[in-house]
């Protein structure tokens, strides 16, 4: 997969490819990912890609003359991508959006900056994307989180097992995890998890992430899928809060 950032800050984002699992993916060839620079692409001697806004206000807005040239060689040289546009006005970066993207053979991230940028710009953007419901000072932390929840759906970059599990993979959170020693500070390690029982140790992974999930984020396990296992795990959560209850 080829994921390409433009941005006015490109030793910001180069740092995304250079650890890691995406790091790891881009020596092996899974991942091919390049970093641009918008003021490359700006004609005066001053390589200025932000002016005043039209009809006043504050702030500056992003210019469109610089993306409009580097679309122009980039298409040429590179085909058309999928764009993508970091914005707080975007969807709300999402597994089922990671995913989505994933399955695209060439994406763009093109970083915002300033007050955004011109409107005849977005002619090239398939997709506006936000992290969150808040304002940053431009758009290469989303780049960076984007790239990187997105990476982890490409076939190869991590084991599919492991993405799995993650919390959100399912609508679920993930559940607690342990490594030795069994014992610290009388805190001790859930006796299923060294049991060997490896069917005790899923319903008890299940039963902790539907709890998590229920007391984190009912958004969550109410639009949850059940299954076989989901079913069984809740019984038991049940039956120990009768338990309890005696």
Known sequence: MRISILT???????????YGVVSQAVENGILEIEIFNLRDFAKDKHKTVDDYPYGGGPGM???????????????????????VLTSPQGDVLNNSIARELASKDHLLIICGRYEGIDERVMKFVDREISIGDYVLTGGELPAMVIVDVVSRFVPGVVDEESVKNDSFYNDLLDHPHYTRPRVIEDMRVPEVLISGNHEEVELWRRK???????LKRPDLFMKHQFDEIDKRALLSLFRELMADAK
């Open 208 to 214: 902790e992430s539907l709890k998590k999930t229920m």
């Open 61 to 83: 807005v992003m210019k469109p003359a610089p993306f409009f040239e580097f679309f122009k060689f980039y298409n040429e040289t590179y085909g058309k991508p999928y764009v």
């Open 8 to 18: 006015i800050f490109p030793d910001f984002v180069r740092v995304v490819k250079e």
